[in-house]
């Protein structure tokens, strides 16, 4: 696992109970990370991020986009993902929550578009449980 982050450390608005064990196992070496540095370009197998003009290709199975607390609505529709145009909330199954774009999912609070305050662990967290249902079925039928 690699966390590409765009600033030279995480943020101080990571929940208090969360940030250690991120922190920890960034220094353990279980998640690898890359501070200071963007995601340029996601492919069928790799994902392409930039740090100070250089590039480099990361291997990727899959990826979590963690946008922060406002939805990207241009990154989704670049992405090809449909966004209602006042509310932002983009179109996706919600018992899968895939995006009508196929085999994109999105999570947590960018499934609300602007009223993320809609999202809270209590429900956010069953999200990443659906995705990961939706894809172990597919996998299954392979």
Do not use: Q
Not at 84 to 112: Q, R
């Amino acid at each position: 696992m690699t966390l590409v982050h765009r600033r030279a450390t995480l943020g101080d608005s990571i929940k208090y109970w969360v940030r250690p064990d991120i922190d920890n196992r960034i220094k353990e070496g279980s998640i690898a990370a890359r501070f200071e540095s963007r995601v340029v370009e996601i492919r069928p197998t790799e994902v392409i991020i930039e740090r100070t003009g250089e590039t480099e290709a990361i291997p990727a199975e899959g990826v979590f986009l963690l946008t922060g607390y406002h939805p990207d609505a241009e990154l989704m529709r670049r992405a090809g993902i449909e966004c209602h145009a006042e509310s932002l909330t983009p179109t996706l199954d919600p018992e899968t929550f895939e995006s009508n774009v196929p085999n994109l999912f999105i999570a947590g609070g960018a499934v609300a578009g602007r009223n993320t305050g809609n999202i809270f662990i209590e429900n956010g967290r069953f999200h990443g449980e659906k995705i990961i249902a939706e894809l172990a079925a597919r996998f299954d039928h392979l």
